[in-house]
């Protein structure tokens, strides 16, 4: 199986920065999209950032601008840099990774998700 751990939420003042991290371990032969969701109290979980494994990005139209995402493929980690932060992004983010695993003696697609990280931000 592959695991996901996220870290580097917290509470941040409007107009402040924060950046997520989320590194995958397990029996990966490679990841080909790392990504980040967002779940706002009463709202459905919505796409934020998506890196692929040849860096192509793509980013929800409230967020572009504002927010990097970035990944190290080495490590297999995702990051997610948040700047100039609004009290409407406060959420949990969920960090996200599609590729191939080995399973015993076969080869697995898998999508793993993390356990996800508060942010909140307000005054």
């Known amino acids: 199986q592959v695991q996901l751990v996220e870290s580097g939420g917290g509470l941040v003042q409007p107009g402040g920065s924060l950046r997520l991290s989320c590194a995958a371990s397990?029996?990966?032969?490679?990841?080909?999209?790392m990504a980040w969701y967002r779940q706002a109290p009463g709202k459905q979980r919505e796409l934020v950032a998506r890196i692929t494994s040849d860096r192509s990005t793509n980013y929800a139209a409230s967020v572009k601008g504002r927010f990097t995402i970035s990944r190290d493929n080495a490590k297999n980690t995702v990051y997610l840099q948040m700047n100039s932060l609004k009290p409407e992004d406060t959420a949990v983010y969920y960090c996200?990774?599609?590729?191939?695993?080995?399973?015993?003696?076969?080869?697995?697609?898998?999508?793993?998700w993390g356990q996800g990280t508060q942010v909140t931000v307000s005054s």
């Open positions: 996200n990774a599609e590729g191939i695993a080995t399973s015993k003696a076969a080869l697995t697609r898998f999508s793993s």
């Open positions: 397990g029996s990966i032969i490679s990841i080909n999209a």
